[in-house]
């Protein structure tokens, strides 16, 4: 079955640029989505369509993809972009989350 | 208002049965796909499965984790979606999302459900 790769954990300072990538076989053709997922609430759409910002999500998030590789990239993490973070695409089958990179801002 | 509100979970013996629902409002019900996302405790979030929409006619997508045993159908005539779930294992405990795909995949999500398949 199809699977994304993500690293478990990412960590930065306050005002740093955090880097999350996720890799697919079906990246060059399928593209990648990003949510946001804090304790006990619902996760947020925050990157679309590989590289597209959803209204209302703050400028610092943003997207890219380059062959079998996405990357989510918030410039100037705050600490309140602390969560987890999973990357989305589908195959032929169907949907398939990452397994998740934990995101600390300290 | 875009509203997705999930109901149907408790406790279910191993084997047992379960329906969720999931009830929309504030957007076109019928037009949208629907979708079923899990998250046991301390996991990552794992797509259960969909339906599409009527112009699709109402094609169904399982993950092959739950292959066989769930199944996800809609009512657009009561904004509803359901996922039955049929032969539960204690590995199937989670709480479980809907969510839709309108423009974008999952821009809206319930508050989710509880399911814990326990003896």
């Known amino acids: 079955s199809y699977e994304l790769t993500q690293p478990p954990s990412v960590s930065v300072s306050p005002g740093q640029t955090a880097r999350i990538t996720c890799s697919g076989d079906?990246?060059?053709?399928?593209?990648a989505y990003w949510y946001q997922h804090k304790s006990g609430q619902a996760p947020v759409l925050v990157i679309y369509e590989d590289s597209k910002r959803p209204s209302g999500i703050p400028e610092r998030f943003s997207g890219s993809s380059s062959g079998t590789m996405a990357t989510l990239t918030i410039s100037g993490a705050q600490v309140e972009d602390e969560a987890d973070y999973y990357c989305?695409?589908?195959?032929?089958?169907?949907?398939?989350f990452g397994g998740g990179t934990k995101l600390t801002v300290l | 208002e875009v509203q997705l509100v999930e109901s149907g979970g408790g406790l279910v013996q191993p084997g047992g049965s379960l329906k969720l629902s999931c009830a929309a409002s504030g957007f076109t019900f019928s037009d949208s796909a629907m979708h079923w996302v899990r998250q046991a405790s301390g996991k990552g979030l794992e797509w259960v499965g969909r339906?599409?929409?009527?112009?699709?006619?109402?094609?169904?997508a399982y993950a092959a984790s739950v292959k066989g045993r769930f199944i996800i159908s809609r009512d657009d005539s009561k904004n509803t979606a359901y996922l039955q779930m049929n032969s539960l294992k204690t590995e199937d405990t989670a709480v479980y999302y809907c969510t839709r795909v309108w423009q974008q995949p999952f821009d809206y999500w319930g508050q989710g459900t509880l399911v814990t398949v326990s003896s």
């Open positions: 989305y695409s589908t195959d032929s089958s169907g949907g398939v």
């Open positions: 079906a990246l060059p053709q399928k593209y």
């Open positions: 339906t599409r929409n009527k112009a699709n006619n109402y094609a169904t």
